[in-house]
């Protein structure tokens, strides 16, 4: 029944933003006990065990036993959970999109959308040139260049690859340092495509971003030779 599913669907809802909730006190105590977090933020101590089950299914959270202390000096092992390495780690490149939003935001009320354009162009200059120097050896076919740009963008983060279709290449981004800010400021993508072209030595075509929503980033690299073949067969099809 559609109400049971909009139902379900509320209480997973509820169920994440409480598990967030749990990891920003972790994140802000460094550690704390299932009772801690439990007063901290009003639940149960069987609701609370089972949201600290959860995160650490999903390898968000860990637990460490330390001796309880009682009048007797013994006691059962109290658990103190905290953050994984990797879960701080994503919390801290949320932070880190928030403060480059924040940034970007300053930009383009100081400058406009042009200030905002020559960042992004800016900050993919670098890019570019290490880029540029990783393919030296890749030759002229924008092929080749796209096989070898996708190692240099993989080894950058982007997990990247390049593969042949009908009509020329595609380029795969897979992952996007930047999608957060990307989102908000389409100025970084416009700026990337403009550097692949360049790297590639032919025009190419953003299909798709993740920081539209979309799960890949996709280039559409058009094959030359191909372009060649229709140019000759409108030639010969003219009056």
Known sequence: MPSLGATDGQAAGADRRTRDRVIQLLLERGSATAGELGQALGLSPA???RHLDALIAEGGVIFR???AQ???GRGRPAKTFLLTDDARR?????TYDDLAAAALRWIAAQGGEEAVGEFAAERVAALEARC?????????DPMARAEALACVLTAEGYAASATAIASGGQLCQHHCPVAHVAAEFPQLCEAETRVISQLVGTHVQR??????????????IPDPRRAVINKNDSVRTMP
């Open 90 to 94: 994503r919390q801290g490149r949320h």
């Open 65 to 67: 036993e330390q001796p």
């Open 207 to 220: 299909l798709a971003t993740i920081a539209h929503g979309d799960g890949v980033c996709t280039t559409h």
């Open 70 to 72: 009682s009048q007797r």
């Open 47 to 49: 609701a609370i065990r």
């Open 132 to 140: 540029r120097a990783a393919m030296a050896d890749a030759g002229d």
